[in-house]
């Protein structure tokens, strides 16, 4: 099946650091990318919608000077957290579509990265 | 807009028992997902419904698509420990991301 990894697993860093996380979709191609948050024992909220060659589409209420999208080729996705504060700790979940998949809507979801910023 | 209600928030059940986790969304979908996340884990993609009125069967699970395309329930028979997690649906209005629901936890007694 469709496989997408995320890198760093895991990241603790101090406040006012940056911190980037990429995504890449490991055997299929994905021309859209989608970020999400998730704090404990609540929901996956969307943060922005990446897509290749071009701006990502940000959601309500997220700063895009803060959340750095870069979706730079088919199967990599980087998320930069800019000046990490200890609020921006979090889950943070990419998902990919498989262009080729019969399901073109299904999203294959990454491992996750937690971000604990001191 | 679009908005996806997800019930029960918990359920507790004892091993064997059945459970039933409701979606209702405020707009007619496309098509609607579910997904399970186990504990420390990301989700999973579980199954993808697309027609009115489908039903869909996964083992012990099963999946059902109201004729409004506006509601889903996901279904387990007989519940296992392997089942514990939390299952969200997702809604798919076409051309917009997913929106999801706020997940129903399942832990099962055994």
């Known amino acids: 099946g469709a496989v997408v990894s995320q890198h760093p697993s895991w990241v603790i860093c101090k406040s006012g650091t940056s911190v980037k996380i990429e995504c890449r979709s490991l055997?299929?191609?994905?021309?859209?990318m989608f970020w999400y948050r998730q704090f404990p024992k609540q929901s996956l909220m969307l943060m922005a919608t990446?897509?290749?060659?071009?701006?990502?589409?940000?959601e309500q209420g997220v700063e895009k000077d803060k959340f750095l999208i870069n979706h730079a080729s088919l199967t990599l996705s980087t998320l930069t957290v800019t000046s990490a504060h200890p609020e921006d700790s979090s889950f943070y979940i990419c998902?990919?579509?498989?262009?080729?998949?019969?399901?073109?809507?299904?999203?294959?979801f990454g491992p996750g990265t937690r971000l604990l910023v001191l | 807009g679009q908005q996806v209600m997800q019930i029960p928030q918990y359920q507790h059940v004892q091993e064997g028992e059945d459970f039933t986790t409701y979606c209702n969304s405020s707009?007619?979908?496309?098509?609607i997902q579910w997904y399970k996340q186990r504990p420390g884990g990301h989700p999973v993609f579980l199954i993808q419904?697309?027609?009115?009125?489908e039903v869909k069967k996964q083992k012990r699970l099963t999946f059902q698509f109201g004729e409004a395309k506006k509601n889903s329930s996901l279904h387990i028979t007989a519940t296992q420990t392997t089942d514990v997690g939390t299952y969200f649906c997702?809604?798919?209005?076409?051309?917009?991301?997913?929106?999801f629901g706020k997940g129903t936890r399942l832990s099962v007694i055994a």
């Open positions: 998902s990919a579509r498989d262009l080729k998949a019969a399901l073109q809507e299904t999203q294959y």
């Open positions: 055997d299929f191609q994905a021309t859209t």
């Open positions: 990446s897509n290749e060659g071009s701006k990502a589409t940000y």
């Open positions: 707009t007619t979908l496309s098509n």
């Open positions: 419904l697309v027609k009115s009125g």
């Open positions: 997702a809604g798919d209005s076409g051309n917009t991301p997913l929106v």
